[in-house]
């Protein structure tokens, strides 16, 4: 029990770092921070004690294997994940070029 | 962007291929271990990403390098779907079929398409990475002009 | 037929990577290609809604079906509900790329744009086919991810900062819609949304379903900008260009956020009163408050992004008096009509909103200004332009014999005859402020005394986007024939059939 509870703090710790943060690029770090503490309860979801890596062995039957399906669902996740922090990262960085700076309180065309 | 010491230059030299091989590796060996064309894909951008960390380029070989990559990339992923098309030609008519012969499990010419697959997307990934790297480079060079 | 359904994805897939790698060889590929297979996804999307008769169809992807009555693969799912949505998708996606063909040529790395444009059509046709949880997420973000990109594809200081904000609230709506995912999976062993339902229907513990439920709701709540979760909207509707503005104002908010929030909510999930009543209220605060600030808006591409939070506020308050009616069970025929109402406003909402951020884009591309304050009488000047977005602000503002008009007056009747007199009024009375607002920005654009000094040398829009503009407001007008009894029948029906009758979506797949 106290892994899912774990992975839950590690869930606010990137949502504290989300709202407080005012460096952009460590704005970037907690929403990654937030998305793999998901990807642990994913993990968690599909794990059965005492199971085997799911590769199956056609020599031994009758093995508890842990739930493939949710560790290939964190693969892809792993992948979107990966496409978002690029994005953000590249947004970042053309933002520094405009302001000079990576305070988020110096970005303020935008109000209302 | 500059190189590093002749140190991580060499050591670095010496480390690539191999990481590169056991890329190869790890996507050849996709639907019998764990692993597969995205973590390949991904050691395998990991080499070309030390070689050019350690040993420094100019920003006009980068542009070079980053069309090249996204080429390559977008052929792969086009090949992913050319094959997963071409499963609507052979045998049964659906996508993403398993039109080949599926061999004796465990061996590592088995499972059909499932290899292909695999290293079409690991030159996909690769290419992804690779090109991501190399646009973030070009960025921070373009901008501390 | 069924071989048709994973092309609606495969196609413009392969239609963006191509035009990657081809626009660098052939000069002028993308502008041809692009249009091109839009075209071509849009005849199969009519064929189908045409050779569809009131069924559904499934398509197991290779060829994976069931085993003992269980899915064990990835389902497409092809149903009355889903064929409308490809169809708008589709109609105004095609329309919006060929404005782009001249709107887009002020930017640079314009293949580019045609790929990403590619990218969001395909996202947005795998999330409305697909039957299956997880295969839904990762569309929905194929599709958002490509549109973060096109927010900021102008690369200005607006741009680039609305793309971050968009992003960073994008990415935590994903983490919760990924959560919530994973929690389902984990009670109920499957991730098929038939299959979900029938495992449901076995008996839940209520408390964890309403936590799913309120992770699911919060999520695609901020992708379809339902007012507590807004904030990114504005921002990111009004600093795209403008043909993307029309689809993510138009499409994506309904195709990712509504449609999938329905689905979910009306086929999946047995939905309890208090969710009813969480959709209702939603609704209505968006409805009011996003007209409100719509009212003090002077840049024209952030009145028209309010004022689609009013409109999705109609749509999701439709919706959840239908739910309310539904579980009382009292007045069947009244849910019918506010379910009804919904759809059919979604359709027309996505028509007339797309064309009045056409018309922006027009007086964008000539004046390069969006401040009301500084156009003016520009009647003369522009009347393609003009007279176009005459017809889509009275449809929006529901005037007859426009769309807006006939889907409003569905909705208020339905809260009149369901007695939610409170809604009914509150209905009429922020479509008068919309028509205040769309007055606003007429008289500011088009008919007040010019401040401009070189009117006489502003011309007419290129020939792509006057037509684009004008086969939209032909639409509009079109469209407000669904109103007749057996046109509505015929078009309407199969989709408020699905709704209505929740077990359906589940029956036709896992018999």
């Known amino acids: 029990m106290s892994v899912y509870i774990l992975s839950f703090v590690l869930f606010l710790v990137g949502l504290y770092g989300v709202i407080t943060r005012r460096n952009l690029i460590k704005i970037v770090i907690s929403l990654s921070i937030m998305e793999f503490s998901i990807f642990m309860i994913l993990v968690l979801v599909g794990y059965i004690d005492n199971g085997l890596a799911p590769i199956v062995d056609p020599a031994s039957g009758g093995q508890i294997y842990v739930d493939p399906l949710p560790q290939a669902m964190v693969l892809t996740a792993i992948v979107i994940g990966l496409a978002t922090t690029s994005m953000l990262m590249a947004i970042a960085i053309r933002l520094y070029r405009k302001y000079k700076t990576f305070d988020i309180r110096e970005l303020k065309n935008l109000r209302g | 962007m500059e190189g590093m010491s002749i140190i991580v230059k060499k050591v670095s030299q010496l480390l690539a291929g191999l990481i590169f091989v056991y890329g190869i590796y790890i996507i050849l060996h996709g639907h019998l271990t764990p692993g597969g064309g995205f973590a390949g894909g991904a050691i395998i951008a990991g080499a070309f990403i030390l070689l050019i960390l350690a040993n420094g380029s100019s920003a006009l070989n980068l542009k070079k390098e980053i069309s090249g990559s996204s080429n390559t990339e977008s052929l792969a992923i086009l090949m992913v779907v050319v094959l997963a098309m071409m499963s609507l030609a052979f045998g049964v008519k659906v996508f993403f079929s398993n039109f080949l012969p599926k061999g004796e499990p465990g061996e590592l010419l088995s499972a059909g398409v499932i290899p292909l697959y695999n290293i079409f997307i690991g030159i996909e990934v690769a290419g992804a990475i690779l090109t991501i790297f190399l646009a973030l480079v070009i960025f921070k060079e373009e901008s501390s002009k | ?511």
Not at chain 3, 182 to 198: E, F, M, Q, S
């Open chain 3, 1 to 511: 037929m069924e071989a048709m359904i994973p092309l609606f994805v495969a196609i413009p897939l392969i239609s963006a990577f191509l035009i990657v790698l081809l626009s660098k060889l052939i000069n002028g590929f993308h502008k041809i290609f692009a249009p091109f297979s839009l075209l071509a996804l849009l005849f199969m999307a009519v064929y189908i809604f045409t050779n569809l008769d009131n069924t559904s169809m499934t398509y197991a992807m290779g060829g994976w079906g069931l085993l003992n009555d269980l899915p064990i693969g990835i389902f497409l799912v092809l149903d009355g509900f889903s064929i409308l949505m490809l169809g708008i998708i589709n109609i105004i996606g095609f329309i919006a790329l060929f404005y782009s063909l001249s709107y887009i040529s002020k930017y640079t790395a314009e293949s580019n744009y045609y790929a990403l444009f590619c990218l969001i059509i395909a996202g947005m046709n795998g999330v409305v086919l697909s039957g299956d949880l997880f295969n839904l997420f990762v569309f929905l973000e194929v599709s958002v991810i490509s549109s973060y990109a096109l927010v900021a594809f102008g690369v200005g200081k607006t741009e680039l900062e609305a793309s971050f904000k968009y992003q960073v609230l994008g990415g935590l709506a994903s983490m919760l819609i990924l959560l919530a995912i994973g929690l389902i999976y984990w009670k109920t062993k499957t991730l098929n949304i038939a299959d979900v339902r029938n495992v449901m229907s076995g008996g839940f513990s209520r408390p964890y379903y309403i936590f799913v439920q309120v992770l699911l709701l919060t999520g695609f709540g901020l992708k379809a900008a339902i007012i507590p979760f807004h904030a990114w909207l504005p921002d990111a509707h009004s600093s795209a260009p403008s043909p993307i503005s029309a689809m993510l104002s138009g499409v994506l908010i309904k195709a990712v956020g509504i449609y999938v929030l329905i689905r979910l909510f009306f086929n999946m999930f047995e939905f309890t009163h208090e969710i009813a009543v969480v959709f209702t209220v939603l609704g209505t605060i968006s409805m009011v408050i996003g007209s409100l600030v719509a009212l003090v808006q002077w840049d024209v591409k952030r009145l028209l992004a309010y004022s689609s939070i009013s409109q999705m506020g109609y749509i999701v308050m439709a919706f959840g008096m239908g739910m309310i009616l539904l579980i009382k069970g009292d007045n069947e025929p009244a849910a019918i009509l506010a379910i009804g109402g919904g759809i059919y406003h979604m359709i027309n909402h996505s028509v007339f909103k797309g064309l009045l951020f056409l018309n922006a884009g027009a007086l964008e591309y000539r004046l390069d200004t969006r401040d009301l304050k500084q156009m003016g009488g520009l009647s003369k000047a522009m009347p393609v332009t003009s007279s176009t977005s005459l017809m889509a602000s009275m449809s929006i503002s529901g005037l007859p014999p426009f769309n807006g008009f006939f889907s409003k007056l569905i909705i208020i009747i339905a809260a009149v005859n369901g007695k939610f007199y409170i809604l009914a009024v509150l209905a009429i009375v922020i479509s008068i402020i919309t028509l205040a607002y769309f007055l606003k920005f007429q008289h500011y654009a088009f008919y007040n005394r010019t401040p401009l000094k070189s009117l006489d040398k502003i011309r007419e829009v290129p020939f792509p986007m006057t037509s684009s503009m004008i086969l939209l407001a032909i639409l509009c007008l079109a469209l407000s024939l669904l109103a007749l009894p057996s046109v509505n029948e015929a078009v309407l029906h199969p989709a408020i059939q699905v709704l209505m009758q929740s077990d359906l979506y589940s029956i036709t797949l896992i018999p």
